[in-house]
C-alpha cells in the first residue's frame, strides 16, 4: 500500500503540474521535464493514480455469466419439479451476418443453460403471410415456450405486425403491445431484454437511481422507450422500476440541448447507433454511462471492429461508471432473454396447473 502522505503528495504533484503544458511536452516516463525535480518512481505512481481515477467498468460479460448460473440452477430445479424442459424458437428472415450471428449467441446461451432451441430460417423472399403461418404454428406448439423473429426483418415486412404476432405469453423479446402495454401500466409481463439488462446491469453494479437525473438518448420502441420507463416507474409496484427523474432526447434533440441534458445527468443511457456521440465534455463526472449502441466500423489499418455510441477512451476519464462494447450490453441482452424465456415457461406451467 502506497503511504498515504506520499499518496496525497504524489497526487498534488500530479494535479499542479501533469497537466501543465510544459509538462504535456515532456517524456513523463523518460526523463524529467525541465525544472521539475521529482524522481521518475513519483512519475510512475502519478501515472498509476490516474488510472485510478479512470471510470470503473461495468463488465457485462462477467455480470451476464452470473447470471447464466443463477439461470441454471433455476431450470434444473423447475424440472426436478416435474415441469418440461423450456424450449425457445428463434426465426431469422434472410441471410444477414449479424442476424445470424447474434442468433447464434443466444442458442449458445440456450445450451449452456439448458434451454432446448430451435432456428427457422427463412429466405429474404418470404412473404409476411409466410412468416406470420411459421410464427402462428409456433404459437399453437404446447412444447414452445418462447418465440423471437430476429429484427431486422426485410423491408416488404411490417415489423410490429410481426411482433404483435407472437402471442404475449410467448413474446421472450418482450415486443408484443400487450407485454409493451403492460410495462407501461406498470404491471407484471414480460419486459424487452435489453432494457431489463441495462435495469439489471444499474442494479448489479450498485448505481444509485432514486431520486437521480437520468438521460436517455434514443427513443425506440423496443429500447429507448421501454427503457425509460423502467427508469422513472416506481421501485414499489411490479416491474420495480428505479425512481429516476428522466429526460429522453433524440435524434430531433439539437446538439446543444442534448450537451446540456446529459451534463446534468446521473446517469446517461444511449443507443442511436452513431459512432463516438457522447464525448467527455458532455458527462458530469463521476457520472454512469451504458452505451447500448454498436456499429461495425472500419479502422485506419483496413480492420473492423465494433464500436459504441460513446467515445469510451475519452469518456472513461471522467465518467464514474462506463460500460464496453462490446462486453456489455450485449451479453446482458442475450441472459435476460435467457431469463424471460424461463418465466414464460413458468407461467405457463403455472396457467395450465390451475
Known amino acids: ?50 488510472e485510478s481515477n479512470m471510470a470503473q467498468i461495468i463488465d457485462g460479460k462477467s455480470m451476464a455469466n ?14 426436478a419439479n416435474g415441469n418440461r424442459v423450456p424450449h425457445l424458437t428463434a426465426i431469422i428472415v434472410g441471410e444477414d451476418p449479424a442476424s445470424q450471428k447474434y442468433v447464434e449467441k443466444k442458442t449458445q446461451a440456450c445450451k449452456e443453460i439448458g434451454i432446448s432451441s430451435r432456428t427457422i430460417v427463412l429466405p429474404n423472399s418470404t412473404t409476411q403471410a409466410e412468416l406470420l403461418d411459421v410464427i402462428d404454428k409456433e404459437n399453437k406448439n404446447e412444447s414452445v415456450n418462447g418465440i423471437l423473429v430476429q429484427l431486422p426483418v426485410p423491408a416488404h415486412i411490417d415489423e410490429r ?32 431484454a435489453t432494457p431489463l439488462g441495462v435495469k439489471t446491469m444499474l442494479e ?38 428505479l425512481d429516476a427523474t ?68 475519452e469518456v472513461r476519464q471522467v465518467a464514474g461508471h462506463i460500460t464496453p462494447v462490446p462486453g456489455g450490453v450485449g451479453p446482458m441482452t442475450v441472459a435476460m432473454l435467457m431469463k424471460n424465456t424461463i418465466l414464460a415457461a413458468k407461467k405457463q406451467a403455472a396457467d395450465q396447473s390451475d
Open 66 to 79: 452470473e447470471i447464466h448460473s443463477e439461470l441454471c440452477k433455476e431450470l434444473k430445479e423447475f424440472v
Open 204 to 241: 448489479r453494479a450498485n448505481i444509485p437511481t432514486f431520486n437521480r437525473n437520468a438521460v436517455v438518448v434514443g427513443r425506440s420502441k423496443n429500447v429507448g422507450l421501454p427503457l425509460s420507463i423502467l427508469l422513472h416507474s416506481d421501485g414499489t409496484h411490479a416491474t420495480k422500476g
Open 246 to 313: 428522466v429526460t429522453i432526447c433524440h435524434r430531433n434533440t439539437p446538439a446543444k440541448e442534448l450537451a446540456k441534458y446529459c451534463r446534468q445527468a446521473d446517469i446517461i443511457v444511449v443507443a442511436v447507433g452513431k459512432p463516438g456521440l457522447i464525448t467527455k465534455d458532455m458527462v458530469k463526472p463521476g457520472a454512469c454511462v451504458i452505451d447500448v449502441g454498436i456499429t461495425r466500423i472500419q479502422d485506419e489499418g483496413g480492420k473492423y471492429k465494433l464500436v459504441g455510441d460513446v467515445d469510451f477512451d
Open 1 to 50: 500500500m502506497l503511504d498515504k502522505s506520499l499518496r496525497a503528495c504524489c497526487q498534488v504533484k500530479y494535479s499542479t503540474c501533469v497537466r501543465s503544458p510544459l509538462l504535456q511536452r515532456s517524456s513523463l516516463r523518460t526523463e524529467q521535464p525541465i525544472g521539475l525535480h521529482f524522481p521518475i518512481w513519483v512519475w510512475k505512481i502519478c501515472a498509476q493514480l490516474d
Open 161 to 192: 405486425t410481426v411482433c404483435n404476432a407472437i402471442i404475449a405469453s410467448k413474446d421472450v423479446d418482450g415486443f408484443n403491445e400487450i407485454n409493451i402495454g403492460r410495462l407501461a401500466l406498470d404491471m407484471n409481463g414480460i419486459v424487452p
